[in-house]
């Protein structure tokens, strides 16, 4: 037992310096990346400016001002007021918040669902595995947003259940990718070892493969991620999602499915849709810089 | 050949029974039944609580859920897809008139992200590390970036509205007779949204597999005989590189789906998108399960036509 232990220190002494080297390694491809960087700048700018920003302003984003309707933008409001008097400065930073918050709980649901089915599926194998395996293809073949519009309509909209919905039917691609990486890795020689030692098999699959499989399941998250924004946009857009008075980038946009909006008042559309684009494109691009660190296999 | 597709098939039925099952749970799931749903509470009170029990009783909504779902089947087998609770039409018949529009906008945006996307990508594998290739692949993550409403709302803004060149939406101009020049004008914007979102990955994993293509052995002997470039790139090369190329076409259909039903909405498009949503505001079940059905089934029906195409042009897959 105690011969046990001291492999199990020895190889887990021996990923840690793995790491060490790693992590400086990886922060020195990812900072030659320069969109990655530029990215990663944005996103953190963004998210500052969502978390801290409406504390410094004068409005709230749900207080009205009736005698400042759809006011274009002036000394006051510095992005005009919406059909109800708000301040859309005040609402597009505070929507930040509802936005990111949507990707990021949506993917840790996903992630954390598809690494228990995964590596299930994968150190298991056998009948455990197929089951698994189909039931992600199943959910693979229904189109994402039909059955999130089904569920949301009948769970009723709101915040809570727009994350819930994208995490649940979020998880297969990041199953697959971790059942490929531990079916690889549980026949590797580390595993094998630690196996012929006596280690238990709960502290082989969390101590020795999973970290060697989390790579990819990063790099997928982060894009995730991404996708998850633009869900949660296209569904609050549509009125499916984050629900008024609570602001989001996509029901901000929703009043410009009216044509005099659209036409004549831009301050009340355009901010929105540009703070997705720069928050996703900068997800995007730290995933991409992100890949090309961590994986060498997939190097362009 | 003909048994390697039986065989694909078949894999597909429990796939398919799967997503019915799914399908009536999610159903099942909505707060509510058929009888409670079409009386108004004073008609309720006056009728009692016995007689709503009776009625459920006698249409078998009392019956347990594994019977009620094999009914269900059956009755979806045979083409019976129920009633729309919002005006009491067969949603095969809601459904029927909504599906070619859809199918319409699907198959010209496949198209067109065809035509734009193969191109392309060959463009940047030809001339890669260019500046062009850097280009396309800046211009690939903007347009994954971009809500494709965004981008359908800009559009309408400047095409539309600004310029005045294309209608704001629908498929035909009312009261007019359908020319297929108004129906091409009405096309342009969706076709044009949707198309540059399908394009974006095409041109990548084009590109990545005529890089990956040209690198063979076969390729580097038509070289070495002294095949023209050209003849040794169209002929030799891309020929092959394209057969993967087919299979993410495939893959990519759930996601063009999902996109058409939003991009439907911008454009007011009489299709299946905004059905699905006037039957998520109407709580219409019936509708909605049926649009899941159909949709399920078109996305099947697309990885079975990859998966034959795929066999029918790489004689290396060993089907059997």
Redesign the interface.
Same mark, same amino acid.
Request: hydrophobic letters at 65%; charged letters at 5%.
């Given at each position: 037992m105690s011969d046990s232990a001291a492999v199990d220190t020895a190889t887990s002494l021996k990923t840690d310096a793995d790491k060490g080297r790693k992590s400086t390694s990886w922060w020195k491809k990812f900072r030659r990346h320069r969109?990655a960087l530029t990215g990663m700048i944005v996103l953190a700018l963004l998210a500052i400016a969502s978390v801290f920003g409406p504390f410094f302003l004068e409005f709230s984003p749900t207080q009205t001002d009736l005698l400042s309707i759809k006011a274009p933008p002036d000394g006051t409001h510095l992005l005009g007021t919406d059909a109800a008097g708000r301040d859309v400065l005040a609402r597009l930073l505070s929507a930040g918040r509802v936005s990111l918050a949507v990707g990021v709980v949506a993917v840790a649901i996903y992630v954390a669902i598809g690494v228990v089915l995964g590596g299930v599926a994968g150190y298991v194998g056998g009948w455990v595995d197929g089951v698994i395996m189909?039931?992600a293809?199943?959910v693979?073949?229904?189109?994402?947003? /039909? %059955?999130i519009?089904? !569920?949301?309509?009948?769970?009723g909209p709101s915040i809570f259940n727009v994350m819930l919905v994208i995490g649940l039917l979020g998880w297969p691609p990041i199953t697959r990718l971790v059942r490929g990486e531990f079916l690889s890795l549980r026949e590797r020689d580390f595993v094998v070892a630690s196996k012929s030692t006596g280690a238990p098999g709960l502290r082989i699959i969390f101590r020795h493969i999973l970290p060697n499989a989390l790579t990819p399941v990063i790099v997928n998250a982060t894009f995730g991620m991404?996708q998850a924004i633009?869900l949660e946009?296209?569904l609050s857009?549509?009125?499916?999602g984050v629900q008024p008075p609570t602001a989001s980038w996509?029901n901000m946009?929703n009043a410009?499915?009216s044509?005099t909006i659209?036409?004549e008042m831009?301050w009340l559309?355009v901010p929105p849709?540009l703070m /997705? %684009?720069a928050s996703? !494109?900068s997800i995007?691009?730290v995933g991409?810089g992100l890949r090309d660190a961590l994986d060498p296999r997939t190097r362009r | 050949m003909a048994r390697y597709l039986l065989r694909r098939l078949v894999i597909s039925i429990?796939?398919l029974i799967?997503?019915t099952l799914?399908t009536y749970l999610?159903a099942n799931?909505?707060?509510g039944d058929p009888v409670t749903a079409l009386l108004n509470p004073e008609q309720m009170s006056n009728l009692g609580p016995d007689w709503v029990e009776e009625q459920k009783e006698s249409l078998g909504l009392n019956d347990p859920l594994p019977v009620r779902y094999l009914i269900w089947l059956k009755e979806t087998a045979t083409g019976n897809l129920g009633f729309s609770s919002a005006d009491r039409l067969p949603v095969s018949e809601k459904i029927g008139e909504r599906l070619w529009p859809t199918i319409k906008l699907m198959t010209t945006v496949l198209i067109v992200s065809v035509v734009v996307g193969i191109p392309l990508g060959v463009l940047s594998a030809l001339r890669q590390y260019s500046w062009i290739d850097y280009l396309l692949t800046?211009a690939g993550?903007?347009t994954?970036?971009?809500?494709?409403?965004?981008l359908a709302?800009?559009l309408?803004?400047i095409f539309s509205?600004k310029l005045d060149w294309l209608p704001?939406s629908g498929m035909y101009t009312l009261g007019q007779e359908r020319t297929f020049l108004d129906s091409f004008r009405h096309m342009v914007l969706p076709a044009a949204v949707l198309g540059l979102a399908q394009a974006a990955p095409l041109i990548r994993y084009t590109r990545a597999s005529l890089l990956e293509t040209i690198q063979q052995d076969y390729v580097t002997v038509a070289r070495a005989k002294g095949v023209a470039e050209s003849v040794v790139i169209v002929r030799h090369a891309l020929r092959n590189a394209l057969i993967p190329i087919i299979t993410i076409i495939a893959l990519d259909v759930?996601?063009l789906?999902?996109g058409t039903?939003?991009i439907e909405?911008?454009f007011s498009w009489p299709g299946m998108g905004t059905l699905?949503?006037a039957a998520?505001?109407g709580?219409d079940?019936n509708v909605?399960?049926g649009?899941?059905l159909i949709?399920?089934t078109m996305?099947?029906i697309s990885?079975l036509l990859a998966d034959a195409l795929y066999a029918m042009v790489d004689p290396r897959i060993k089907y059997g």
């Open positions: 969109l189909r039931l293809d199943m693979l073949s229904f189109p994402a947003i /039909i %059955v519009i089904t !569920l949301v309509s009948i769970l991404a633009l946009a296209a857009f549509l009125g499916l996509g946009l410009a499915q044509i659209l036409e831009p559309w849709g /997705i %684009v996703v !494109l995007n691009f991409d | 429990p796939v799967g997503i799914a999610i799931l909505a707060p800046f993550f903007v994954v970036s971009i809500p494709s409403f965004f709302l800009v309408i803004y509205l704001t759930p996601r789906l999902g039903i939003v909405q911008v699905a949503i998520v505001q709580r079940y909605l399960m649009i899941n949709a399920a996305i099947l990885n």
